[in-house]
């Protein structure tokens, strides 16, 4: 398998498991009795904390690799 499409597939799985991260939080919250703003709101955090452990794991191992 070439270089890019190893990324590729890397970058899509991160993304797919970032948008179910993101589903299990917003479910969570509103179980939780939030309102929908209020979930919606920790759904997005919890998006964006999935893709940036994505991207300081994939720095610490560049960096080991180098």
């Known amino acids: 398998m070439s ?4 990324i590729l597939l890397t970058a899509a799985l991160v993304v797919v498991i970032a948008l179910l991260a993101t589903a299990v939080a917003c479910k969570l919250a509103r179980l ?3 309102t929908y703003p209020t979930a919606l709101v920790r759904a997005a955090t919890t998006f964006a904390a999935v893709l940036t452990l994505a991207a300081v794991v994939t720095t610490a191992l560049a ?4």
Do not use: P, Q
């Open 3 to 6: 270089g890019l499409a190893f």
């Open 32 to 34: 939780d009795g939030t």
């Open 63 to 66: 960096a080991v690799n180098s």
